[in-house]
T-cell receptor
Framework: KAGVTQTPRYLIKTRGQQVTLSCSPI?????VSWYQQTPGQGLQFLFE???????NKGNFPGRFSGRQFSNSRSEMNVSTLELGDSALYLC????????????FGPGTRLTVL | DAKTTQPTSMDCAEGRAANLPCNHS???????VYWYRQIHSQGPQYIIH???NNETNEMASLIITEDRKSSTLILPHATLRDTAVYYC???????????FGQGTRLTINP
């Protein structure tokens, strides 16, 4: 069974731009969660989608948004990029919502210049 | 949120058992112990979890003390590919999000 895939793997943007990241979950998994990981803050939860609906949300500004499609694939968008948005963005899928056993993708490394 | 204490780093010889300790003295009765690891430049990987009984899967064994205040993750025959940061976390079922502490940086030496 194929794992979680994320595209692109690396991305360089400048301040003020917007970016869209994509995640394809493991086949059959209906929940997709997004996390931001930085050396200083560690792993921080952004939001979780299940059946095309946002079920949980972390403490991030409205510039961070997401959506999920009927095939469970998910996208995350960050508008008006700031230097502090530079991070590894991780997507994790699971069978059910609020599952503690999550399967992570390799991440998208975003650098904001 | 992280209610666990782990050593910052550990070393282990290839082929030996790697024993990673974790203290969670304030764990409550409905909280599980979960272990994840993150190999450099990859996403975190689920390893194992348990409530109060010892658990074993194809990757590792988890030993939880009787009072549940500490646990040990055992990698029975460590390989170089097991070099990673290992995170011990305590969660109730359906906790909504994972919160990692600093973890233990395990280095497997040839």
């Amino acid at each position: 069974k194929a794992g979680v895939t994320q595209t692109p793997r690396y991305l360089i943007k400048t301040r003020g731009q917007q970016v869209t990241l994509s995640c394809s979950p493991i086949s059959g998994h209906r929940s997709v969660s997004w996390y931001q990981q930085t050396p200083g803050q560690g792993l921080q939860f952004l939001f979780e989608y299940f059946s095309e609906t946002q079920r949980n949300k972390g403490n991030f500004p409205g510039r961070f948004s997401g959506r999920q499609f009927s095939n469970s694939r998910s996208e995350m968008n960050v508008s008006t990029l700031e230097l502090g948005d530079s991070a590894l963005y991780l997507c994790a899928s699971s069978l059910l919502v609020n599952a503690n056993e999550q399967f992570f993708g390799p991440g998208t490394r975003l650098t904001v210049l | 949120d992280a209610k666990t204490t782990q050593p910052t780093s550990m070393d282990c010889a290839e082929g030996r058992a790697a024993n990673l300790p974790c203290n969670h003295s304030t764990i409550s009765g409905n909280e599980y112990v979960y272990w994840y690891r993150q190999i450099h430049s990859q996403g975190p990987q689920y390893i194992i979890h348990g409530l109060k009984n010892n658990e074993t899967n194809e990757m590792a064994s988890l030993i939880i003390t009787e009072d549940r205040k500490s646990s040990t993750l055992i990698l029975p025959h460590a390989t170089l590919r097991d070099t990673a940061v290992y995170y011990c976390i305590v969660l109730i079922q359906g906790a909504q999000k994972l919160v990692f502490g600093q973890g233990t940086r395990l280095t497997i030496n040839p």
